[in-house]
């Protein structure tokens, strides 16, 4: 099953929208054949569907591709040796090979028009049969077609398809599919007299998908089982010219928790709502490439890189799977903090920070650095989902709590006594002034780190006369206005002494003003 030479493999969507998840899985699995086994992998745009074509969503799909990390080899804006990779440029290759399936005698011009066709389709509906053409134009004779084409009567090139049930055909009705094993096909399924050329001389996906895997020479094709039944038309086509039929895997449907079918216009289907939403692409890639693959063993956390050595053919599932965002969001976390510690990574986790702290309603972050941001990262990470939780876990660490607002100070901190309390702050306030006055100038934070905290309790406690284990609840409380959060040593490490010193001072006034 698997490869034992360099694959050929393409990710063909037609950009008559923007990416959704089951695209991102074709692209990624096509990607990981061709790097495991040292091949190419091509973007196709299969734009040939003019009438539905989407504004921009070309351009779409090859910034999500970018932004998960799949590199095409070669695609639009390369100089790969096919030439154009847009569908709608290869025209005349197309109409070229139509002629060529037409002098072969498989294929035939169809001259029937779009009410006689719809009145075949609606006899057939009405009698409970697939709708299919009955060939009426495949028994034209050569002096009929002549006068048609004299007139400029407009027609269709249409594949003549096999019989499923000719034991010569075998090889076209019948195949191994490397995800859903030996398939065959009989009776009239996947073999209708399919349309090759439109009457405006533009292909079908049909003509068009198997002229540039040839010319493309593609050895793999790895696309959603949606395609499964015009697999036999496809291979009659690859019979009909004499070429060689690359190996198929159809991959099976994403489904949505209720068992319905992952669609676009699911919130769960569309690329573009889990990058707003924050999702990291090292995380989302992971995600996705379990979806249908088993890698055996007990990992789950994957980087691209290690997908790359761990893809196998054989791990392809034939089973459904269903979009989880319980599990999705555990890897996010997961790749959130490896990715901290990455350097590679590092840099853009934080920049995605600090663009969504940027647009926060109500924080002034203008001056907000990219090392503070990563520093809040640090110290807040083993709490965050998400980058854009940053602010809501942990305010205080952009902005002061307001020391009149009314507060839910931990049980701990009530049961300090309030001469306690300021002499507390009291305490802290001079610790403070000492390691301004100590401190270099010069850091985001101007602070002394947290290794210079690990003894301040008890520093503050015998300077205050009160006993140690009141002095940490008080002081979170009034550096953060939360009863819980990070290490206070890392928290006092991160912070600013100025900050820190401000907090104090301003809690001491509000503690005099309520006398």
């Given at each position: 099953?698997?490869?034992t030479?360099?694959v050929?493999?393409?990710?063909?969507?037609s950009?008559?929208?923007?990416?959704?998840?089951?695209g991102?899985r074709?692209?990624?699995?096509?990607y990981l054949?061709?790097r495991k086994?040292g091949?190419s992998?091509i973007?196709r745009?299969?734009d040939?569907?003019?009438?539905?074509?989407?504004?921009?969503?070309?351009e779409?799909?090859?910034r999500?591709?970018?932004?998960?990390?799949l590199r095409f080899?070669e695609?639009?804006?390369t100089?790969?040796p096919s030439?154009?990779?847009?569908?709608?440029?290869?025209g005349?290759?197309?109409r070229?090979h139509?002629t060529?399936?037409l002098?072969?005698?498989?294929a035939y011009r169809?001259?029937?028009?779009s009410k006689r066709?719809?009145?075949l389709r609606a006899?057939?509906?009405?009698?409970?049969r697939?709708p299919?053409?009955?060939?009426?134009?495949?028994?034209?004779?050569q002096?009929q077609?002549?006068e048609?084409?004299r007139t400029?009567?407009?027609?269709t090139?249409?594949l003549l398809?096999?019989n499923?049930?000719?034991?010569?055909?075998s090889d076209v009705s019948?195949?191994d599919?490397?995800v859903?094993?030996?398939?065959r096909?009989r009776g009239?399924a996947?073999?209708?007299?399919?349309?090759?050329?439109?009457s405006?001389?533009?292909p079908?996906?049909h003509?068009a998908?198997?002229?540039?895997?040839?010319?493309?020479?593609?050895?793999h094709?790895?696309r959603g089982?949606?395609?499964?039944?015009?697999?036999p038309k496809?291979?009659?086509?690859?019979?009909a010219?004499?070429?060689p039929?690359p190996r198929y895997?159809?991959?099976?449907?994403?489904m949505?928790p209720?068992?319905?079918?992952?669609?676009k216009?699911?919130?769960d289907g569309?690329?573009?709502?889990?990058?707003?939403?924050?999702y990291?692409?090292?995380?989302?890639?992971?995600y996705v490439a379990?979806?249908?693959?088993?890698p055996g063993?007990?990992?789950?956390?994957?980087?691209?890189?290690?997908?790359?050595?761990?893809?196998?053919?054989?791990g392809l599932?034939r089973s459904k799977?269903v979009?989880?965002r319980?599990?999705l969001?555990?890897?996010?976390?997961?790749?959130l903090?490896?990715?901290l510690?990455d350097?590679?990574r590092a840099?853009?986790?934080v920049?995605q920070?600090?663009?969504e702290?940027?647009?926060t309603?109500g924080l002034?972050?203008?001056d907000?650095?990219?090392e503070a941001?990563?520093?809040?990262?640090r110290?807040?990470?083993?709490?965050?989902?998400?980058?854009?939780d940053?602010?809501?876990a942990?305010?205080?660490?952009?902005?002061?709590?307001?020391s009149?607002?009314?507060?839910?100070p931990a049980a701990a901190v009530n049961?300090?006594?309030?001469?306690?309390?300021v002499?507390?702050?009291?305490?802290f306030q001079?610790l403070?002034?000492?390691?301004?006055?100590?401190v270099a100038?010069?850091?985001?934070?101007n602070?002394?780190?947290?290794?210079r905290?690990?003894?301040?309790?008890?520093?503050?406690?015998l300077?205050?006369?009160?006993?140690?284990?009141?002095v940490m609840p008080?002081?979170?409380?009034?550096?953060?206005?939360?009863p819980?959060?990070?290490?206070?040593?890392d928290?006092?490490?991160y912070?600013p002494?100025?900050?820190?010193?401000?907090r104090?001072q301003?809690?001491l006034?509000?503690k005099?003003s309520?006398q």
């Open positions: 099953m698997e490869p030479e360099p050929r493999v393409r990710f063909a969507p950009p008559t929208g923007m990416l959704h998840l089951g991102l074709t692209a990624l699995f096509n054949l061709a086994y091949g992998f973007l745009i299969e040939t569907d003019q009438k539905r074509l989407v504004a921009g969503a070309t779409s799909i090859i999500t591709l970018e932004w998960a990390g080899d695609g639009p804006g100089s790969g030439g154009s990779y847009l569908q709608s440029q290869r005349d290759l197309y070229a139509a060529e399936l002098e072969k005698d498989a169809c001259f029937c028009d066709l719809e009145s006899e057939a509906t009405l009698h409970g697939a299919m053409y009955d060939r009426r134009c495949a028994h034209l004779s002096q077609i002549n048609k084409l400029g009567e407009p027609y090139v249409r398809a096999p499923a049930a000719d034991p010569a055909v019948g195949f599919d490397i859903h094993g030996e398939m096909f009239p996947g073999f209708d007299d399919a349309v090759l050329l439109k405006d001389g533009l079908t996906y003509l998908n198997v002229v540039d895997d040839h010319l493309m020479g593609i050895t094709v790895l089982e949606e395609w499964l039944m015009s697999t496809h291979r009659a086509l690859f019979k010219f004499g070429w039929m895997a159809h991959l099976p449907l994403l949505n209720d068992g319905s079918k992952l669609s216009r699911n919130r569309p690329m573009q709502s889990y990058i707003d939403e924050g990291l692409p090292s995380a989302l890639v992971n379990l979806l249908g693959w088993h063993g007990q990992q789950e956390v994957y980087s691209l890189k290690e997908l790359e050595g761990a893809f196998t053919l054989s599932s799977s979009v989880s319980d599990r969001n555990w890897l996010n976390r997961q790749h903090h490896a990715g510690n350097p590679i840099p853009a986790i920049a920070a600090l663009g702290l940027r647009q309603p002034d972050a203008v907000i650095s990219h941001v990563e520093g809040a990262l110290l807040c990470g083993d709490r965050l989902t998400f980058t854009r940053l602010h809501s942990a305010p205080y660490l952009f902005s002061d709590p307001d009149k607002a009314p507060t839910v049961k300090v006594p309030r001469d306690s309390k002499s507390i702050l009291l305490a001079e403070l002034a000492a390691e301004i006055n100590s100038e010069g850091s985001h934070t602070c002394a780190g947290p290794e905290w690990m003894d301040f309790s008890q520093r503050v406690a300077a205050a006369s009160v006993p140690t284990k009141q008080v002081l979170r409380h009034v550096l953060t206005g939360q819980s959060g990070p290490k206070l040593p928290l006092m490490g912070l002494l100025a900050t820190m010193q401000r104090v301003a809690a006034d509000s005099s309520r």
